[in-house]
């Protein structure tokens, strides 16, 4: 009797073990990139990457129904901002006041099924920073009494989408089979050099499933790369080559166009 009871006990606490075991999400995403560099060169105009994925372990019956959702961006290089405020002084238009803000994203390139606010709520929006208005944008320094914190926020995103920096295409996004998709992202002729972060999320009813990462690096070639490096790294032999360059090129114009 002992011996039956201590079974059933034991039979009891694995179902209710298993029963209180999380449910894990079935589907698995991955995903591949066209290419890992992009060489910017002077006649360098913008250039377009495509992101392939692959949906595994997905349920046809949803996704017939179009209840998945693939979100797609590229992420730049975090480096701190400050925007300006130009007021008018005595006729002229001056820099008066500015906000500086923590390391953020020095560009942004969304691509999606469909608009992102028809995926899932602004909740999970802001929480995995998914959009260019749910960048964190955290001021440092003196702020005053904040009442003009979002006034300057909606500056620097209005300054990024005229540079181009921010861009979003709600439509990017494509299944071209029952598992496999497709993902096109500008890259815009002044993107910012150095690594990127390709980010793809996964939807499912509304539904965050999971993330996956890759990498884009942004890179000078050529004569351009030779003056970057040469400005950045040895800015001390990059100012004299620069005054000796000058002073040839006028010395070579008053020989040219001097008066016998």
């Known amino acids: 009797m002992r011996l039956i009871l201590a079974v059933a006990a034991l039979l009891a606490g694995l179902s209710t073990a298993g029963a209180q075991a999380p449910n894990e999400p079935q589907e698995r995403l991955d995903i591949g990139v066209s290419t890992n560099e992009i060489a910017i060169t002077s006649d360098f105009s913008g250039a377009d990457i495509t992101v392939f994925g692959a949906l595994d372990s997905a349920d046809p019956f949803l996704l017939d129904l179009g209840e998945y959702d693939i979100v ?83 500056a620097l995103r209005r300054l990024k989408r005229q540079n181009g920096l921010f861009e979003r295409d709600p439509h990017g996004v494509d299944f071209v089979s029952s598992s496999l998709f497709r993902a096109s992202i500008r890259i815009p002729a002044n993107v910012p050099l150095g690594e990127h972060t390709i980010r793809a999320y996964l939807f499912k009813s509304g539904n965050f499933i999971m993330e996956r990462d890759a990498s884009l690096r942004v890179v000078k070639t050529g004569l351009e790369q ?35």
Do not use: C, H
Request: aromatic share 12%; glycine share 8%; charged share 20%.
């Open 72 to 154: 797609v961006a590229l992420v730049g290089p975090q480096r701190e901002t400050t925007v300006w405020r130009k007021e008018r002084v005595l006729g002229i238009w001056i820099n008066r006041r500015s906000m500086e803000f923590e390391p953020v994203a020095a560009s942004y390139s969304l691509s999606s099924t469909r608009p992102v606010d028809l995926i899932t709520d602004n909740i999970v929006l802001d929480r995995y920073e998914i959009g260019t208005d749910n960048i964190r944008l955290v001021p440092t320094g003196s702020i005053g009494d904040g009442s003009n914190i979002a006034e300057f926020r909606d």
């Open 226 to 260: 030779f003056i970057y490096a040469m400005a950045y790294e040895r800015s001390f032999l990059y100012g004299l080559f620069a005054v000796a360059i000058a002073m040839l090129t006028g010395w070579l114009g008053s020989v040219i166009f001097r008066k016998n």
